[in-house]
């Protein structure tokens, strides 16, 4: 019995289910895809990574917590579900006490006004990348207006560096890396509040993701 194949990178087969007779996938030298899929995505031009415009460019977090103040947003429309994989956000200079970094994420498109673009690039550089479909994407160097996400929001990372730390010391470095990558269906907000105590910090991110159409997936 012949085994049936398909060689798709541009777009993904959706299929019912629980059914039966779907084809093995492929790569375009004949291959079994065995990847994990957080790998394949990759290849598949479907990962993305979120940056500073200008890099080695430090950027200033708030002074106190504000729920409706986050240092990086970016907000995922209806249709859409994103998969992140990893924030890093790096801390140069912390002249205040205490500094903190705060992941989340909440339902609903929650932005408002201001922020400073950030840069969006898929991960894989040719044509076969494809265009990112996430909304807004911006950072807090100018101050980011955010609704309130209250009773909504899911906290799923906290770092504190409880002391101060100038520019001539070794960078701190805040990671949040899940084991299984956190999944926001939209519409969806994600969020990470960066801010010190009396004096802000400052600081550089960046930021993966993977993202596809929500009826690819689920």
């Not at 990348?129 to 990372?157: F, Q």
């Not at 269906?185 to 993701?209: D, H, M, P």
Request: some cysteine; proline content about 6%.
């Amino acid at each position: 019995m012949a085994l049936e194949t398909k060689v798709a990178t541009k777009s993904i087969d959706v299929y019912d289910e629980a059914q039966k007779g779907a084809p093995i996938r492929i790569n375009k030298i004949g291959s079994p895809i065995t990847k994990s899929s957080k790998d394949q995505s990759v290849t598949d031009g479907r990962t993305f990574n979120i940056q500073q415009a200008t890099p080695d460019t430090l950027l200033t977090g708030t002074i106190a917590y504000a729920a409706t103040t986050p240092g990086i947003i970016f907000t995922v429309p209806d249709g859409v579900t994103v998969l992140v994989h990893e924030v890093q956000v790096t801390a140069e200079d912390m002249a205040g006490t205490d500094n903190y970094v705060t992941v989340g994420y909440a339902p609903g498109d929650l932005y408002v006004s201001g922020g400073l673009a950030s840069s969006v690039a898929n991960c894989l550089n040719s044509s076969v990348g494809k265009p990112s479909m996430i909304g807004d994407v911006l950072n807090g160097d100018t101050a980011i207006v955010m609704l309130d996400p209250a009773e909504k929001e899911r906290i799923v990372y906290n770092k504190c560096w409880p002391f101060a730390d100038v520019n001539t010391s070794e960078p701190r470095i805040a990671l949040y890396k899940p084991p299984v990558p956190l999944p926001l269906v939209g519409k969806a907000t994600f969020f990470v509040y960066i801010y010190g105590t009396g004096t802000a910090c400052e600081y550089q991110f960046n930021l993966r993701y993977t993202e596809y159409a929500t009826s690819e997936i689920i």
